[in-house]
């Protein structure tokens, strides 16, 4: 995956987005105007409440890392 840089086009950021969701399905993905990558799921049940329901990095990288630790433990 490649890292989105803070001046790279709407496209760019919503493809990298796409890619994201495809693969992990039940986040939504996020890119705050000051660049920051969100990755939020739920509300989740209650069987599932300890889990981790939000993520945030400052690259596209970091928060799919971050992801691939959470959703393959």
């Known amino acids: 995956m490649s890292t989105v840089a803070d001046s790279a086009d709407v ?7 796409a890619r994201l969701r495809a693969e992990f399905p039940g986040w939504s993905i996020i890119v705050t105007n000051r660049g920051r990558w ?9 069987n599932r409440m300890n889990e981790v329901a939000d993520l945030e990095d400052d690259t596209s990288d970091g928060l799919h ?3 691939v630790a959470v959703t393959r433990q």
């Open 11 to 17: 496209g760019d950021v919503e493809g990298v987005k």
């Open 38 to 46: 969100w990755a939020t799921r739920g509300p989740l049940p209650p």
């Open 65 to 67: 890392a971050k992801l």
